[in-house]
């Protein structure tokens, strides 16, 4: 008989949440680090996240809930990752021996910061995992949509056809299609880029930009990221799959983007600063900036699109100045 695979949710966020929702669908072995034991006690009680998706009623039945990262790590044969990228290392770091021997997907997009790399990068490089015990979940999947049962599309990204397959499974039902790809490396990149394109969009939404513009830009947005994730990676790939401008379109247009609306709070006039206050969640896109710049400027390329993000976030520019020149850029 099969063994019996117990999957472990790192993180009680939106997305963490959307995660085991999707997950106790088809599975009665799900394991889930919430991030303290108040929260813990409260799921419990209520079937909800007090904190996120609160409507989303959980099937508490399915899960086993603990504040004790460690706990759910030792249990769990496959770790989904959904804590937000900028804290994957300093949570995780002390338990690399434990982690090691563990098939570990990301949920997350981004870069961390310690290394400027994507997840799985990191996790091979500094968590000694192997590439085939490493894969991503990613897509046009709002996790606000999810908790609606609304009709999403989730991409398995991995070079472990099997832990695709299983992973497949587990997660497809009547409002989640999922599809498989060996392509770990773009999706991820196409993961993290989104969401710099994304504070773009947003930064020209709160200037006052319209939908024409908007348009533009975000075709522009499609073509850099390709030939971003070409310049790292020349595999031949298909951008049209929905990991790709699937994810890249969502996230730039859904006023459920959390890199959009943080964006559209710098073009209303905030500074930088000031808009990260005043999220309630992590800004991805923020992180993948810098790093996304630095690649460029080592590969020696030219993103127009990449640096105007930059100018504006690292290096305090105008937005309206820097919005103005890149629209001159464009046709």
């Not at 929260?39 to 603990?66: C, G, H």
């Not at 773009?186 to 024409?212: C, F, P, R, T």
């Not at 710098?266 to 790093?291: D, F, H, P, Q, R």
Request: charge should be neutral; aromatic fraction near 10%.
């Amino acid at each position: 008989m099969e063994k019996v695979r117990k999957i472990g949710v790192l993180g009680s966020g939106s997305w963490g949440t959307a995660m085991i929702k999707m997950l106790t669908e088809n599975s009665n072995n799900i394991l889930w680090y919430v991030r303290d034991n108040i929260q813990a006690e409260e799921i419990i009680k209520t079937k909800r996240n007090p904190r996120y998706l609160k409507e989303l009623e959980i099937n508490i039945d399915k899960v086993f809930i603990s504040s004790d990262i460690k706990e759910i790590i030792v249990k769990s044969d496959i770790i989904i990752i959904a804590i937000p990228s900028p804290y994957i290392h300093k949570n995780l770091i002390e338990y690399k021996t434990v982690l090691k021997n563990k098939i570990i997907f990301s949920g997350s997009k981004g870069v961390i910061p310690e290394s400027h790399l994507v997840i799985s990068e990191h996790l091979n490089k500094f968590f000694d995992i192997s590439y085939e015990n490493l894969g991503i979940l990613s897509g046009p999947t709002h996790a606000e949509e999810i908790a609606k049962n609304q009709l999403s599309y989730l991409t398995i990204g991995s070079s472990n056809e099997n832990i695709c397959v299983f992973l497949s499974n587990v997660l497809s039902s009547s409002y989640i299609k999922t599809s498989i790809s060996e392509d770990v490396v773009g999706i991820e990149y196409a993961a993290a880029l989104k969401n710099i394109y994304s504070i773009l969009v947003g930064i020209s939404l709160g200037l006052g930009y319209g939908d024409n513009f908007i348009s533009v830009l975000i075709s522009h947005c499609t073509k850099e990221m390709i030939k971003f994730i070409k310049s790292i990676d020349k595999i031949k790939r298909d951008f049209s799959h929905s990991a790709y401008i699937g994810d890249l379109l969502v996230t730039t247009y859904s006023p459920y983007s959390r890199n959009r609306t943080f964006g559209k709070k710098i073009g209303e006039g905030l500074s930088v600063k000031e808009a990260i206050s005043k999220m309630s969640m992590v800004v991805e896109g923020y992180y993948a900036t810098k790093n996304a710049y630095e690649i460029s400027k080592s590969n020696k390329e030219s993103f127009n699109i990449i640096d105007t993000a930059f100018d504006i976030l690292y290096e305090g520019k105008n937005p309206l100045q820097e919005i103005d020149t890149l629209s001159k850029k464009l046709d």
